[in-house]
Antibody, heavy 122, light 110 residues
Framework: EVHLVESGGVVVQPGGSLRLSCAAS????????MHWVRRAPGKGLEWVSL????????YYADSVKGRFTVSRDNSKNSLFLQMNSLTTDDSAFYYC???????????????WGQGTLVTVSS | QSVLTQPPSVSASPGQKVTISCSGS????????VSWYQQVPGTAPKLLIY???KRPLGIPDRFSGSKSGTSATLGITGLQTGDEADYYC???????????FGGGTKLTVL
């Protein structure tokens, strides 16, 4: 069974940094592209970032480009999101999620973690 | 404002049918597969439909998807109170190289 477990969400001050982690199990992690998606309180889903299965290609939403960096360690079945220069607009539940496409990506997500809450507040 | 446009809310009675639309453009829906997600408050999103009209294992056939041109539609028949949730369409945008989600539609089963 596929499991995705996020961690690292805390309260952080504006301008601060945070690193989220996602531990994957139950599937061949290194064969799937992975996404980060967030949902702010009272708002809808917002896609944040995508990393290819091999880690050689990354994509970002304009709202986080230049501030967030996605990475992965396939040897440890782990996904990361380094978040810098945080603003209150970044406050949200952050979900780690798997792309449906084997050894590629198609922008469709079949498995989601339960999310980790990031709160940016002074 | 989302690039993919969904109605903010829909409502219907138990047992009835409802459809949720998702409108995009030639660079996203017009060129790529559409997926649909259900998010019950306080829980993680769940995939309902992928590749425009395919249901993952475990998703009942009360849920259906279709696509025509630059629009897609999610249909739900035999509505149940447990279907109350937020529903999102999603797709890849080839020009922007990003994943897009619609703004979400809140389904109320009266």
């Amino acid at each position: 069974e596929v499991h995705l477990v996020e961690s690292g969400g805390v309260v952080v001050q504006p301008g601060g940094s945070l690193r989220l982690s996602c531990a994957a199990s139950g599937f061949a992690f290194g064969d799937y592209a992975m996404h980060w998606v967030r949902r702010a309180p009272g708002k809808g889903l917002e896609w944040v970032s995508l990393i290819s299965w091999f880690g050689d290609a990354t994509y970002y939403a304009d709202s986080v480009k230049g501030r967030f960096t996605v990475s992965r360690d396939n040897s440890k079945n782990s996904l990361f999101l380094q978040m810098n220069s945080l603003t209150t607009d970044d406050s949200a539940f952050y979900y780690c999620a798997r792309d449906v496409f084997y050894r590629g990506f198609i922008g469709q997500i079949d498995y989601w973690g339960q999310g980790t809450l990031v709160t940016v507040s002074s | 404002q989302s690039v993919l446009t969904q109605p903010p809310s829909v409502s219907a009675s138990p047992g009835q049918k409802v459809t949720i639309s998702c409108s995009g453009s030639s660079s996203n829906i017009g060129r790529n597969y559409v997926s649909w997600y259900q998010q019950v408050p306080g829980t993680a999103p769940k995939l309902l439909i992928y590749n425009n009209d395919k249901r993952p294992l475990g998703i009942p056939d009360r849920f259906s998807g279709s696509k025509s041109g630059t629009s897609a539609t999610l249909g739900i028949t035999g509505l149940q109170t447990g279907d109350e949730a937020d529903y999102y369409c999603g797709t890849w945008d080839t020009n922007l190289s990003v994943v897009l989600f619609g703004g979400g539609t809140k389904l109320t089963v009266l």
